[in-house]
Nanobody, 116 residues
Framework: QVRLVESGGGLVQAGGSLRLSCAAS????????MGWFRQAPGKEREFVAT????????RYADSVKGRFTISRDNAKNTVYLQMNSLKPEDTAVYYC?????????WGQGTQVTVSS
Protein backbone atom coordinates (compact mmCIF):
# COMPACT_ATOMS: atom_id res chain seq x y z
CA GLN A 1 0.00 0.00 0.00
CA VAL A 2 1.40 3.35 -1.04
CA ARG A 3 1.49 5.99 1.67
CA LEU A 4 2.68 9.58 1.76
CA VAL A 5 3.01 10.91 5.29
CA GLU A 6 3.54 14.61 5.84
CA SER A 7 5.06 16.03 9.02
CA GLY A 8 6.74 19.13 10.41
CA GLY A 9 3.81 21.52 10.53
CA GLY A 10 2.94 23.65 13.51
CA LEU A 11 2.19 27.12 14.83
CA VAL A 12 4.71 29.82 14.01
CA GLN A 13 4.78 33.60 14.11
CA ALA A 14 4.93 35.63 10.93
CA GLY A 15 8.49 35.79 9.67
CA GLY A 16 9.34 32.40 11.11
CA SER A 17 10.36 29.16 9.42
CA LEU A 18 9.25 25.56 9.22
CA ARG A 19 10.57 22.51 7.40
CA LEU A 20 8.03 20.00 6.17
CA SER A 21 8.85 16.40 5.34
CA CYS A 22 7.00 13.88 3.22
CA ALA A 23 7.97 10.26 3.77
CA ALA A 24 6.87 7.79 1.13
CA SER A 25 6.38 4.08 1.54
CA UNK A 26 4.96 1.24 -0.51
CA UNK A 27 6.86 2.13 -3.68
CA UNK A 28 9.84 4.15 -4.71
CA UNK A 29 9.22 7.68 -5.97
CA UNK A 30 12.77 8.24 -7.22
CA UNK A 31 11.59 8.34 -10.83
CA UNK A 32 8.60 10.61 -10.17
CA UNK A 33 8.26 14.36 -10.07
CA MET A 34 6.89 15.31 -6.67
CA GLY A 35 4.98 18.31 -5.45
CA TRP A 36 3.70 20.14 -2.43
CA PHE A 37 0.15 21.45 -2.36
CA ARG A 38 -1.89 23.29 0.25
CA GLN A 39 -5.49 23.93 1.15
CA ALA A 40 -6.58 26.87 3.24
CA PRO A 41 -9.97 26.92 5.01
CA GLY A 42 -12.77 27.56 2.54
CA LYS A 43 -10.46 27.39 -0.46
CA GLU A 44 -9.53 24.80 -3.04
CA ARG A 45 -6.27 22.90 -2.84
CA GLU A 46 -3.53 24.74 -4.72
CA PHE A 47 -0.10 24.03 -6.09
CA VAL A 48 2.89 25.22 -4.03
CA ALA A 49 6.06 23.69 -5.48
CA THR A 50 7.33 20.83 -7.58
CA UNK A 51 10.66 19.06 -8.07
CA UNK A 52 11.83 16.78 -10.87
CA UNK A 53 12.77 13.17 -10.24
CA UNK A 54 16.46 14.05 -10.10
CA UNK A 55 16.02 17.22 -8.07
CA UNK A 56 17.61 19.23 -10.84
CA UNK A 57 14.53 21.23 -11.69
CA UNK A 58 12.12 23.04 -9.40
CA ARG A 59 9.16 25.36 -9.88
CA TYR A 60 7.16 27.42 -7.42
CA ALA A 61 3.87 29.22 -7.15
CA ASP A 62 4.37 32.97 -7.41
CA SER A 63 3.04 33.40 -3.88
CA VAL A 64 5.93 31.42 -2.34
CA LYS A 65 8.76 32.07 -4.79
CA GLY A 66 11.88 33.24 -3.00
CA ARG A 67 10.61 32.07 0.40
CA PHE A 68 10.07 28.32 0.01
CA THR A 69 12.54 25.67 -1.18
CA ILE A 70 11.59 22.16 -2.25
CA SER A 71 14.17 19.37 -2.12
CA ARG A 72 14.29 15.59 -2.10
CA ASP A 73 16.41 12.69 -0.91
CA ASN A 74 15.71 9.72 -3.16
CA ALA A 75 17.73 7.39 -0.96
CA LYS A 76 15.28 8.12 1.84
CA ASN A 77 12.23 8.33 -0.44
CA THR A 78 11.50 11.69 1.18
CA VAL A 79 10.61 15.15 -0.08
CA TYR A 80 11.07 18.36 1.91
CA LEU A 81 9.70 21.88 1.89
CA GLN A 82 11.71 24.55 3.66
CA MET A 83 9.47 27.51 4.38
CA ASN A 84 11.00 30.83 5.40
CA SER A 85 9.57 34.29 5.97
CA LEU A 86 6.18 32.77 6.63
CA LYS A 87 3.08 34.93 6.29
CA PRO A 88 -0.41 34.53 7.78
CA GLU A 89 -1.69 33.77 4.27
CA ASP A 90 0.51 30.66 4.23
CA THR A 91 -1.80 29.12 6.83
CA ALA A 92 -3.15 25.87 5.37
CA VAL A 93 -2.94 22.11 5.44
CA TYR A 94 0.07 21.08 3.36
CA TYR A 95 0.12 17.89 1.32
CA CYS A 96 2.67 16.15 -0.85
CA UNK A 97 1.92 14.02 -3.90
CA UNK A 98 3.30 13.16 -7.27
CA UNK A 99 3.08 15.95 -9.80
CA UNK A 100 0.65 15.79 -11.43
CA UNK A 101 -1.14 14.45 -8.36
CA UNK A 102 -2.32 10.85 -8.03
CA UNK A 103 -5.76 10.79 -6.45
CA UNK A 104 -5.20 7.75 -4.29
CA UNK A 105 -1.96 9.10 -2.81
CA TRP A 106 -3.41 12.05 -0.87
CA GLY A 107 -2.53 11.73 2.81
CA GLN A 108 -3.70 13.55 5.91
CA GLY A 109 -1.43 16.51 5.36
CA THR A 110 0.24 18.63 8.02
CA GLN A 111 -1.26 21.81 9.43
CA VAL A 112 0.73 25.03 9.19
CA THR A 113 -0.60 28.00 11.10
CA VAL A 114 1.10 31.39 10.89
CA SER A 115 0.08 34.00 13.43
CA SER A 116 0.37 37.71 12.77
Amino acid sequence: QVRLVESGGGLVQAGGSLRLSCAASGRTFSSSAMGWFRQAPGKEREFVATISWSGGSTRYADSVKGRFTISRDNAKNTVYLQMNSLKPEDTAVYYCNTNPPTGTYWGQGTQVTVSS
